[in-house]
């Protein structure tokens, strides 16, 4: 039997009637109604009704769709009628089926959204879960989302790099490394591609890209964080922070544009329209950030403390759209972050928020070696072990600027998805390892 690709219908239209089609799909549902039986054949495209009259159907053929069980893979050959009533305005009338595998009963799970399943079960069986055309509509909307960020980053001059995820020391001080063995030696999984993004300045390539993994060991159980997490990284020379942040928010908007053009059907079988957000983003300094909280909030802050999920929530019911905080104190982020060089207690860093959560963080970086050096023997890390990124720093680097985006936290707040595990095909939390 063969069964190749080109040798099935992808798009039936109603225009096809008393035309021959063929497809090739998963039985997605048997409704048996007497004197009539209908089987919903899924394919890429979506759902077809294949309409058998039991009177004038070739026997085998009921035989063999009487044997169905739900999931199975077939293939159908059949006439396409045009028919009002069906979902699509046709249905297709068999003239063969075709078993290619059969599925095993009972399924781990329901595929056709009647009977919902827990997260875990979901989880636990993703490759079913993902026949569910509302987990399917999620993923290929990923797929547009990442599209679009690669087609807007190489036609701003941005050229797409990839590197280690095995590395021998920490990025972002704070946040908890996963060791591993490698060989002899510990090594580490890599939780930001910074460093090396950096050292690609030096390398004069100017504008860098990645998408990539990055791994937190954080043990933090929440429906935003994830112990492997996918990073849009980028990085520009000869630009200060503010320059980022414009392609950044420039970055957004067209994302969610192209998605709403390139994913339509998707959006659509979601129950979405998108509102693509408005440029310019607010800028908020980082103490009005602080002020707006203690005016909406009875959890006050003081200057120098890290913002709380709680202030977060305040500040995005206020704001009400995506928005900036620029300006932080030097002390509470990262070594690498250019102090303003008149008030140094700040930093050219910034957040990039969504009113749900934070989205991305960036800053003009440190470019002067002995700084460079200072800072991360001031945060308490040994610079012996950075031997290798500080080096870059030694034989000319440019002024640089970047920023690191949360792809999944893009996309859960895009399609105001609650829990981040929905977004990402085989999430890693701190429970869940496999599949
Ligand atoms: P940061 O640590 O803020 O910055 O990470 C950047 C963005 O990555 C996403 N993110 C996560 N998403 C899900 N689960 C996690 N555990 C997780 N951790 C981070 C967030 C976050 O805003 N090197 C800097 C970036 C830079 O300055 O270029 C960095 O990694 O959306």
């Known amino acids: 039997m063969e069964f190749r690709r080109t040798h099935y219908t992808t798009q039936i239209t109603p225009q096809m009637d008393t035309q021959t ?3 090739a799909g998963w039985v997605h549902e048997i409704r048996d109604l007497g004197g009539i039986m209908f089987l919903i054949l899924r394919d ?3 759902l077809t009704q294949v309409t058998l009259f039991k009177k004038t159907i070739d026997p085998d053929v009921l035989q063999i769709a009487k044997s169905l069980s739900r999931e199975s893979v077939i293939t159908i050959e059949g006439v396409v009628k045009k028919e009002p009533k069906a979902p699509n305005g046709y249905e297709l009338i068999p003239t063969q089926i075709d078993i290619l595998n059969p599925a095993q009963s009972p399924l781990p799970m329901d595929t056709t959204g009647k009977v919902d399943a827990e997260l875990d079960t979901r989880l636990d069986n993703r490759f079913m879960d993902v026949r569910r055309p509302k987990t399917q509509a999620v993923f290929r909307i990923r797929h547009h989302m990442l599209s679009a960020v690669r087609g807007f980053l190489e036609q701003e001059g941005f050229i797409e790099i990839t590197t280690p995820k095995v590395v021998a ?7 908890a490394l996963f060791p591993i063995t490698y060989f002899d030696t510990e090594a580490f999984l890599n939780q930001s591609p910074q460093l090396f993004k950096q050292i690609m300045m030096s390398g004069g390539m100017d504008r860098v890209f990645e998408i990539g993994a990055i791994f937190r060991a954080e043990e933090h159980d929440t429906r935003r964080h994830l112990n492997e997490a996918t990073s ?3 990085e520009a020379s000869f630009v200060d922070h503010e320059d980022v942040m414009q392609v950044l928010e420039r970055l957004v908007a067209h994302v969610y544009l192209t998605v709403s053009e390139d994913a339509a059907s998707s959006l659509n079988t979601l129950g979405i329209e998108l509102n693509i957000p408005e440029l ?3 800028r908020l300094t980082y103490d009005e950030a602080i002020e707006v909280n203690n005016e909406h ?3 006050l802050l003081e200057w120098g403390d890290d913002l709380s999920t709680n202030a977060e929530k305040v500040i995005g019911e206020v704001i009400g759209a995506h928005y900036f905080i620029k300006d932080w104190p030097t002390e509470i982020k990262p070594y690498y972050t250019q102090p303003y060089e008149d008030e140094p207690v700040i930093t050219k860093a910034f957040d990039l928020m969504h009113p749900r959560m934070e989205l991305s963080s960036g800053a003009q970086r440190i470019h002067d070696y002995d700084l460079l050096r200072k800072r991360i023997q001031d945060q308490g890390l040994n610079p012996d072990g950075f031997e290798f990124y500080l080096k870059a720093f030694r034989y000319g680097i440019p002024p640089h600027s970047g920023w690191g985006l949360g792809a999944e936290r893009l996309l859960m707040t895009m399609l105001d998805v609650d829990n981040i595990r929905d977004v990402v095909l085989f999430p ?3 429970k869940r390892v496999s599949p």
């Open 21 to 23: 089609a063929r497809l």
């Open 44 to 46: 890429r495209e979506g």
């Open 169 to 175: 020391t920490a990025t972002e001080g704070g946040t």
């Open 232 to 234: 849009i990284d980028v």
């Open 280 to 282: 310019p983003f607010k």
């Open 297 to 299: 909030s009875k959890e």
């Open 428 to 430: 890693r939390d701190r």
